[in-house]
């Protein structure tokens, strides 16, 4: 079945630092929807970034990522990662013909003054 | 931003017992999702329904379970009885019509069920 994989299960980084969390993902679907989620201590998961165009960067408040069909991947990265940014990261996959989304296991990104 | 409100934040309750969980949807949404999260895994997809139907369900959504949303009223999730294995933080989502599987998801804080 559809799977989505985030190798990292936390990243602690410094202020300033580039940020860069993997997502690969499995389907045998030639058009999957791919999503960045981010969820806040004590808040709801809430969209970052959704992509289903293969080779278009697709950014949002400072994050972006690009959709690649042919290594199936979809990674999330920032320039220079602030405060702010600590959070759980969720990469998540649509296959065509559903409305499930299936979610990789999550990167708790804790980003250090 | 568009809100998903869900009843209770925190449930407890003997196994066997019957247990509705409650959800807001953002106020024009037409699709309406649960998800399941035992601690320390990822989140899991069980149920979609539109139009006063179950249009998907995956096999985590038990005969056990039930979900309805009377007109104008909750979305809900029924466990009839519970389990020790549902014990799980449960999601709440909507989305719109527009863009069907494309549209953003909105969740909702959460429902933290435990089953003793």
């Known amino acids: 079945g559809d799977s989505v994989t985030q190798t990292e299960g936390l990243v602690t980084l410094t202020e300033g630092l580039p940020v860069m969390l993997n997502c690969t993902y499995q389907?045998?679907?030639?058009?999957?929807?791919l999503f960045w989620y981010v969820q806040h201590l004590n808040e709801s998961p809430r969209l970052l970034l959704k992509?289903?165009?293969?080779?278009k960067r697709t950014e949002h408040q400072g994050f972006h990522a690009t959709l690649h069909k042919s290594s199936s991947s979809f990674h999330l990265q920032k320039s220079s990662a602030q405060l702010s940014d600590s959070a759980l990261y969720y990469c998540?996959?649509?296959?065509?013909?559903?409305?499930?989304?299936?979610f990789g296991s999550g990167t708790q990104l804790t980003v250090m003054p | 931003g568009p809100k998903v409100l869900q009843i209770p934040s925190h449930q407890i309750i003997d196994m066997g017992q019957m247990v509705t969980l409650n959800c807001d949807p953002v106020?024009?949404?037409?699709?309406f999702y649960w998800y399941k999260q035992i601690l320390g895994q990822q989140m899991e997809f069980l149920v979609n329904?539109?139009?006063?139907?179950?249009?998907?369900k995956s096999k985590l959504f038990k005969d056990q379970f039930s979900v309805e949303r009377p007109d104008g009223s909750y979305f809900t999730l029924k466990i009839q009885p519970t389990a020790l294995e549902d014990s799980a933080v449960y999601f709440c989502?909507?989305?719109?019509?527009?863009?069907?599987?494309?549209?953003?998801?909105?969740f909702g804080p959460g429902t933290r069920l435990t089953v003793l």
């Open positions: 989502a909507s989305s719109s019509l527009q863009g069907q599987f494309y549209a953003e998801q909105f």
């Open positions: 389907t045998i679907y030639s058009n999957p929807f």
């Open positions: 992509s289903f165009t293969d080779n």
């Open positions: 998540a996959l649509i296959s065509s013909g559903s409305w499930q989304l299936i």
């Open positions: 106020s024009n949404h037409l699709y």
């Open positions: 329904f539109y139009n006063g139907k179950v249009m998907e």
